[in-house]
Structure formats: C-alpha cells, structure tokens
C-alpha cells in the first residue's frame, strides 16, 4: 500500500487540519464550505500531498488557517484560543486529511470526482463517532458510485473529441467508445495506454483510474 507520505505524520496532518478548519469557523466566523475551497486554491493543500515536511508537521492548525487566508486573499484575526476538538469543523478537517492520505490522490481529485465538502460535513451527525474507516469506505463508495464517465469528463475538458483523442495516442476510437461507455474498464487498459491518455488530456493516473475498492 502506497500512502500520501509517511505514517508517522499522519496524526500531525489531521490534528492540524481539524485545528484550522475550527480556527477559521469557530473562532474567526469563515463560512466552512468556502473556507475549505479556500484551502482548496491555496495551494498548502499541494503541499500536504507531495509531503512538504513545514506542512506536515512545522505549522500548528492555527498557522495554517492564517496562511491559508493571507494566500487568498483576505487575511484572519491571530488570536489566542482553545480548539474544540468535538466540532463537527474539527472533525471534518481530521478525516479529511485521513481519507487524502489513505488514499493517496489530491484533495482536489477527491472534489472533482465528486466528493465535495458537504458530502462528508453533513455526515458528522452519523460518522463523527464511528470508526474513522466508516468514512473512508463511504467516500471511496460515493466517488465509484459517482456516474459521470471520467475519461470523458477529462477529455470534454481538454476540448478534444473522441476522434481527437485517438488521433493523438494510437489508441483505436473505438476503444476509446468503449472506455467511455464502460463497455471496456480503464483499469485493465494497458500502463502505456493510460500514460498516453492522460498525457493529452492533462491528467494523472489516480484523476482516471477507479479508486480503491474495499471489502
């Protein structure tokens, strides 16, 4: 198994996340949603994925809110207080985190396929106590329930058709239809295949690929 980076920090990441997701709601009066889009363009959330050692672990949930505001544009209040812990803002930044690292892809790939910041927010009242792999098992469900074809979404996105598409990799078009179609499954496609699709349209592997299944 492959993690975001090394299991040591996790409990800094999600102690640190759910810090400034309660920092910014409970302490400064952010709206949590936009706050987390904030996160989202600020670019620390790229930092905590490629396992940036400052990010990690060298800012406390504090820091990171502040940084995360002054980085987009209008700045927070630095002020001294106790985090509470039980917030559902708290825990919504805590298993975040725990889900980007298990699973290994970005926090903007688990928003653009499809698990947004309500779909696991408006789940504290029933998951906040339960194991966190409840969590887990109910993102990874929710995004390969998630209908929406990736390989067409990502190439609609390029503004290349199908045609286009099998012009520039070799790949005949009408596997490209089947991939699209889920008459052929992505995952058995060869890795020369998937690095010359995802080379045109932009993408990464984990953006194209089904993520990990459970039993």
């Not at 706050?35 to 940036?52: C, E, W």
């Amino acid at each position: 198994m492959v993690y975001a980076y090394k299991d040591y920090y996790l409990d800094d990441v999600m102690s640190n996340m759910g810090s400034m997701m309660d920092y910014a709601v409970n302490v400064c009066g952010e709206e949590p949603e936009l706050f987390y889009a904030r996160f989202l363009a600020s670019g620390i959330d790229t930092q905590i994925v490629n396992g940036n050692p400052r990010y990690l672990a060298g800012m406390s949930g504090i820091d990171l809110a502040l940084k995360v505001a002054s980085l987009t544009g209008d700045s927070l209040p630095c002020k001294e207080c106790m985090i509470n812990m039980g917030s559902p803002e708290y825990w919504f930044g805590s298993t975040m985190a725990y889900i980007q690292w298990y699973l290994n892809v970005s926090f903007k790939t688990l928003n653009d396929r499809g698990f947004h910041f309500k779909n696991l927010y408006e789940k504290y009242p029933t998951l906040h106590e339960a194991d966190i792999t409840k969590s887990l098992y109910y993102a990874v469900d929710l995004m390969n329930r998630n209908k929406e074809n990736r390989l067409k979404h990502l190439r609609k996105r390029a503004s290349l058709t199908q045609k286009e598409l099998s012009d520039i990799t070799g790949i005949n078009i009408r596997t490209i239809r089947a991939y699209e179609q889920g008459q052929l499954s992505l995952d058995k496609a060869s890795a020369r295949s998937i690095l010359d699709i995802c080379k045109v349209i932009g993408c990464s592997p984990e953006d194209l690929l089904p993520l990990k299944k459970f039993k």
